[in-house]
């Protein structure tokens, strides 16, 4: 597995990633009330600047990255924190059901099968368990002029009938947030950032 973040893990946390990924987190936390009962999975944890946060609030957090190079600033972060599991990985890696949350930013674009993720995840969580994706909407390819990914950001009304298709319920889309990134040398795009929470059916 090629490590496409190797070069970037040890400077991941700037600013400007902070201030989205708390951002995304502040939403979160007002939409849904964890519990401190609650199994957790996040989608590409990278460094930890979500699931950190989320550790506290639950009885465990699985964090999952295909990027070792990430997991490893990941795991200083944590000291041998007994309630974090690390995951090396993709999504399909992770076997067990019993999960009661499933949160992810940014990072959905960066998976290829879209569906084939969807039934994995219902199959890994337990009924009722929420999921919670913050990622771009759909934009011309310029805020990744610079990678090849699988999703140049999302329909939200084709991902939300996705969700539905699978087995879940979208209790919510919405724009939370704008981000600025350069376009094109010298002009700055305006780029779209939603917020869906799904809740998977019995």
């Keep these: 597995m090629t490590d496409s973040f190797a ?14 990924t708390t951002h995304f987190l502040t939403v979160m936390l007002d939409k849904i009330i964890l519990q401190k009962n609650w199994k957790a ?45 690390i995951l090396h990985g993709e999504i ?11 949160f992810s930013t940014m990072a959905f ?24 994706v913050g990622d771009l909407r759909s934009e011309d390819g310029s805020f990744h002029r610079f990678e090849s990914i699988p999703h140049k950001g999302f329909d939200t009304a084709i991902l939300s009938a996705q969700f539905a298709k699978t087995g879940f319920s979208v209790r919510s889309v919405e724009t939370y947030n704008i981000l600025k990134r350069e ?14 929470i799904a809740e998977r059916n019995s």
């Design 183 to 196: 376009r094109t040398p010298g002009v700055v795009g305006e780029y779209e950032q939603f917020l869906l």
């Design 92 to 102: 399909f890696d992770y076997k067990k059901q019993d999960i009661n949350l499933i």
């Design 41 to 85: 999975l996040e989608i590409g944890a990278g460094t930890g600047l979500v699931g950190l946060q989320v550790l506290p609030y639950v009885d465990t957090v699985v964090f999952e990255d295909t990027s070792g190079a990430m997991l490893d600033v990941l795991m200083e972060k944590l000291e041998g924190d007994e309630n974090a599991e």
């Design 109 to 132: 674009h960066h998976i290829p099968d879209i569906d084939s993720a969807l039934t994995h995840m219902y199959n890994i969580t337990l009924p009722g368990a929420l999921v919670v």
């Design 7 to 20: 070069h970037r893990a040890s400077t991941w946390d700037e600013p400007s990633k902070i201030d989205m």
